[in-house]
Structure formats: C-alpha cells, structure tokens
C-alpha cells in the first residue's frame, strides 16, 4: 500500500477543494458555506496538507469556548509600553468585546501608546499611567506584560474580583524553591502561586477555563511542550535523551535597551546563550514531567537570531521501544485535529518561522532521524504571539466564556 503523507484520521473536502495540475488542490468555492462548517478537515493547499481545524474562523463556528455575545469586558494592560503588551494592543483591535479602559508603563507614564508606537496611532486608547495612579475599578482583567520580579507583588495587591493573565515568568513554576532557585529572588506571593493555573491552552483548556490567574508560558517553553507534551502522554517517546535546541528572534528579550540587543550585537551571526542554566529548562521540566508522570530532564540550549521576531525549537528524541516515525505523526496528528493554532504540516514539509510571524499558530513537523529508534521533531511559533500576547488572549478569551479565536484571526505576515 502506497504510504500516505497526510493524516489517517483526516478527510479531504473534496467538494470544495479541486485538483489543479496533479499536484496542488485549489479552493473552488471560498463561500462562508465553508468556514462556518464545524467539521475538521484536512487540507491539501498548494503541496501543503495540514492538520486544520477549518471551521473556527467565525464567532458562532468556533470549536473551543462558549458565545456569549455582547458583554463588553474591560481591559487593562500592565506594561502596555513594552513589546507583549503593545502586541495584546494590536490583537485586540479586532476583538469584539474586549475594551482597552486602562494601560500603564514606568519610564513612558503619561505618554499616548501612538507616540510610543506609531503603528498604533488609529486607536482609540487611554494614555498610559503609572501603576500607582490606576483605578483598578475600571477593569474587569488585566494582562500583566511586566518583567518577571516586578509582578508577583503587584498581581497579589489587585482587587481579586480581576481576571489576571501573566505573560512573565513569576506564577509558572509550581514550586517556589525552583523559582528561588533558577531566577536567584525570593518569591513574593507563594500563596497566589497556589491559585495560578499554567496557560498552556491546548493542553490544560478546561484548568483555564476556570482560572482568575493564568501563568501564560513562556516562549520557549511553548514551542517545546506542544509537541513533546503528547507523544510523552502516549509513552511514544522515551523520556531520556530529550535534547532541544531553541532560535529566538531579538523581540524575545524586550524593548529596553540592553548591549547584548544593539544591532551591532545581533546582526550577521547567531549566538547561543544560558547554555545549561537557561531559566525555561525547570519551566519545560516541569510540564513534560506531569506528562509522562515520572521525572523528566533536558539539555536546552537557546540560541538568539538576527530577526526581529520568531522562535525555532528542533528537538532530538529517542522513540519508544516499537515506535516508529508514523506512530508520532498520527499521535500528533488526532490530539491537535481539533486545534485551531496547532498546525501539524504536511509529511516532510519544513516549518518556517516566516510562515507563523505575526499570528497565533505553531507549525509542527517531525522526521525519521538517520540513526535508527532517533526522530526529530521542529515546531515554530511567533514568539510575540503564540510565545505571548496571541497565547495570552486565547486564554482570556477561555477564561471570559468567549470563542477562543477572538482577536487572533490573523495570517501569518508574508513576506
Ligand atoms: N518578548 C517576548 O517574546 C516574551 C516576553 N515574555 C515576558 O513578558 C513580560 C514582558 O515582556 P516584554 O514586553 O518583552 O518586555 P519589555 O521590556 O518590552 O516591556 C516591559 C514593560 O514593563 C514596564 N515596566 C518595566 N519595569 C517596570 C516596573 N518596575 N514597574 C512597572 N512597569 C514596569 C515597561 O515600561 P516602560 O517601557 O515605560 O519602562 C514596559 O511597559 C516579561 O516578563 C517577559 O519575560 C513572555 C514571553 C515572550
Ligand atoms: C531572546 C531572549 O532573550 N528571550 C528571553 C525569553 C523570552 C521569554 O519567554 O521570557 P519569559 O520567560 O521571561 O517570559 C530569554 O532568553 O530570557
């Protein structure tokens, strides 16, 4: 039998989709007909079959989260000066329901978002204010896109009527010695650690969904535990040998000046860097230990690149004992199906930073290794978006009953 290079569990529309030239399938009819069918379809477009939950593209279609239409929730943004939080900024110029009534920042307090960045200039936004001076009563969440030491302290004095979501590092380690231990503080609010829940959507949905405080993930850790989390949960993978080389985009590191950031710095070369000691090496331990239910260590090396924004993670596993390539690609292929942003391409196609910048997906592929029982597996994202700001808003938008989708319908930027 001629082997596949799709998913088994995948059908194709055949009815909307025609074969052009043998080789590619183009969209006959693009009518809404499709994009509000809740049905998960695979599709062959221009040589690349991905697993795509098709339908989700509209309010009433979306596959994750309740409609409740017409409540308006009122926004606040912490660190709206920075790269995460003008990012929320702009994903939330699409959303519906979502209001911005509230933004702060330190060095740039009582200036306008617009002349901080033009791109934003159009809209309709409060001035930024220090966090001393915000009336938390005008909000009904907030993100809290702060560098991580600054938040424990300043989440824990908010009304706890607020819906919180945490894009820093300071509620994702369970264990507030690990915390102590990897980012050389003491951790200023062990009791609301006990309360925050770890946002990684697709996998903890239903934890979120209930939450008033999510530890959003970090960047890395993102592109790493989405395809790891599943193949260990299945036993696909042995939980030794886990080796994880990582790529980030500048963006990753923040807005403020740092030498280590200077164009001079980043262009023409990479550099790898927290070789060992990286801080996300406790954060992506700790969900795939919950996942394969037994003590998991990797070797994670992250490296910084001379693009703005965009994260690469290549990982080298060792398969299970009688587990071959195909066995990881239909695992992945049925647990991410359902899944709007996870996006499992095509066998043997390559994913590219390119094709994820500036939207909420991460592109997953994994490959037979030479040396045989080896498979690698590469995952991108966006590491402002899914990294960040898209991750955090699909986790208000679970948290607040609302399709999850909302604010988050953008394409990749190309070129
Ligand atoms: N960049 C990325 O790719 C990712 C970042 N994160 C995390 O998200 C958080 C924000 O990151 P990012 O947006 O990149 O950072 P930036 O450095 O770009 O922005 C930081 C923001 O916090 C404000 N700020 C700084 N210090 C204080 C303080 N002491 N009190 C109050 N406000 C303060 C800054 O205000 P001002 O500019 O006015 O001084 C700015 O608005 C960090 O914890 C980061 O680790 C998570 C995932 C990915
Ligand atoms: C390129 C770069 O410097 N990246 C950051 C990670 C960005 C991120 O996800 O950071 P948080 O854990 O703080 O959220 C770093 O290596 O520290």
Not at 141 to 150: E, M
Not at 191 to 209: H, S
Request: glycine content about 8%; overall charge neutral.
């Amino acid at each position: 039998m001629m082997e596949s290079s799709t998913c088994n569990s995948a059908n194709l529309v055949s009815n909307i989709f025609a074969k052009d030239g043998g080789t590619s399938w183009k969209l006959r009819s693009y009518s809404s007909f499709y994009w509000k069918q809740s049905v998960k379809s695979s599709i062959r477009f221009e040589g690349i079959r991905a697993s795509v939950a098709a339908s989700p593209r509209t309010l009433e279609s979306s596959k994750h989260g309740m409609q409740k239409a017409g409540e308006v929730v009122r926004v606040g943004v912490l660190g709206a000066s920075g790269y995460t939080g003008s990012e929320i900024v702009r994903l939330l110029a699409t959303h519906p329901y979502f209001k911005i009534t509230l933004m702060t920042a330190d060095r740039k307090a009582g200036q306008s978002l617009g002349s901080v960045f033009p791109h934003l200039i159009t809209q309709d936004l409060p001035d930024m204010i220090a966090i001393k001076d915000a009336d938390f009563s005008k909000v009904d969440a907030v993100f809290c896109c702060l560098p991580h030491g600054t938040t424990q302290e300043i989440i824990a004095s908010l009304p706890t009527t607020l819906k919180v979501v945490d894009l820093s590092a300071d509620f994702r380690l369970r264990d507030t010695t690990q915390y102590e231990e990897w980012y050389n503080q003491p951790h200023r609010a062990p009791d609301l650690q006990k309360e925050a829940i770890y946002g990684l959507t697709e996998i903890l949905r239903e934890n979120i969904r209930n939450a008033r405080v999510v530890a959003n993930p970090g960047c890395y850790p993102t592109s790493v535990q989405l395809p790891l989390i599943p193949l260990l949960e299945a036993g696909l993978i042995q939980t030794r040998n886990i080796i994880i080389d990582s790529k980030s985009g500048v963006s990753g590191a923040g807005r403020g000046a740092k030498e280590a950031s200077l164009y001079t710095e980043i262009a023409e070369g990479i550099n790898s860097y927290g070789i060992t000691r990286h801080r996300h090496v406790p954060e992506i331990e700790q969900g795939l230990s919950d996942a394969s239910k037994s003590k998991v260590t990797v070797s994670f090396t992250p490296h910084l690149m001379p693009m703005s924004r965009g994260m690469q993670s290549t990982i080298y596993v060792e398969m299970a004992s009688g587990v071959n390539i195909e066995d990881l690609y239909q695992h992945l292929c049925s647990r991410y199906e359902d899944e709007e942003f996870v996006i499992l391409l095509q066998k043997k196609a390559v994913p590219h930073t390119r094709n994820v910048r500036g939207s909420n997906y991460c592109f997953m592929n994994v490959f037979e290794d030479r040396i045989p029982g080896r498979a690698i597996i590469i995952s991108v994202i966006d590491n402002l978006v899914k990294g960040a700001s898209g991750q955090a808003l699909q986790n208000l938008n679970l948290m607040m009953g609302y399709p999850e989708n909302l604010g988050l319908l953008h394409q990749a930027l190309f070129p």
